[in-house]
């Protein structure tokens, strides 16, 4: 009896494998829409690990969450910085595939390929967002029950670290209510927007501090600065959204266009930009500044093989801006005290990421909220001694920890650590999921 129900559930792994599909590219997927709310649909493109394994369930599956709000995980984050293929459809090296389930999540609705039927379908708030996420893992789970025990973790980028955050500690507690069978174990934070005026009020000290402008320089940055802290003091919190894009736009009349996203990229003395006035009339947008990807490039591709390969039936978006303006209200609001109930009432792993040469969520910015969180090992953290990440004899950057909160500095990285530096990241995803 014992030998023919081992060879029954030998018989049903190896089966349920086998419903994977090939997608688009190499190696073998899984993609769908879950229905989060009446008219809106979220999509999810699973990669299975190409590691050496007699079960894909041996290994982790990691959820990626791009930022914008509005650009696309299928897009931005799968073919420009960890999937198996490059832009060019060319082989990554440093895919995360080789050693993990990973799983890409169009959010919020109305981004990549998720849609929505009605104007109401979009989300204007994070706990929106983290309620579409909620239901989207579960339907993701119902489909593919196989991956309830396997260890799972959140990775995020830039405004995804924000989504990530509350969306996290909603998994996490439904996930102890038992509304969700599943084994969340961690959530990372990349160069994540978690307190956007922590990164307003540095930007203009970091320029400084790395020669990028002169003293007049630093004080027409200070200044605009000082405007959009006014409105967040004040709680005005669409004009605060106004005047982060408006003190964007004061640093790139000063530094001649620099590069929001890695501070060291070389820029042409014509790059296109918004002027100041445009800025204070338009809606923002981080589609202002994501020149770092081909925006093109990645539409056509999205929007012609890979649409037909996957037979989807709605169009991609890589950079919504509608999806942006949802959200204009929500932008500028800080969610430290997510990340302090992660820390004080869960015990996922949570660690912070930040890349040294990323100005739009600067390291010193992200130390400056890391520094004042209030959560019950916070002072044994502080003393905690920071050590140096080494790969391969080469110091990659720095990291420090104590109990379940890490942080990690990145050496010779932007905003996006994966593109910049995959050695690093690496070594940090096998730190975070051992």
Known sequence: MMKFLTLLLVTLCFASEALSKKGFGPGEQEWGYVKVRPTSHMFWWLYYTTANVSSYYEKPLIIWLQGGPGASSTSYGNFEELGPLDVNLKPRNFTWVKDYNVLFIDNPVGTGFSYTTTPGGYTTTNAEIAHDLLECIKGFLKQLPEFADVPTYITTESYGGKMGAEFALSWYKAQQQEKIKSNLKGVALGDAWISPIDSVMTWAPFLLATGMVDTDGYEKINKAALRTKEAVDSKRWTNATKLWSYTEGVIGEVTNNIDFYNILTKIEPDSNQLSLMQRLVSEPTFAQEYSIFSQESLSKL?????????????????????????????????????????????????????????????????????EKMQWKDANSWHRSDRAPLVVENIIEGYVKSYGNFSMYWVNRAGHMVPKDNPAAMAWILKDFTK
């Open 302 to 370: 999205m929007n012609g093989p890979v649409k037909k390969s996957l037979n989807l039936p709605s169009n991609h978006s890589t950079q919504s801006s509608l999806v942006f303006s949802k959200l204009r209200e929500d932008f500028m609001k800080p969610v430290i005290h997510i990340v302090e109930s992660l820390l004080n009432e869960t015990k996922l792993k949570v660690v912070v990421i930040s890349g040294h040469m990323d100005l739009i969520v600067d390291t010193p910015g992200t130390l400056r909220w890391v």
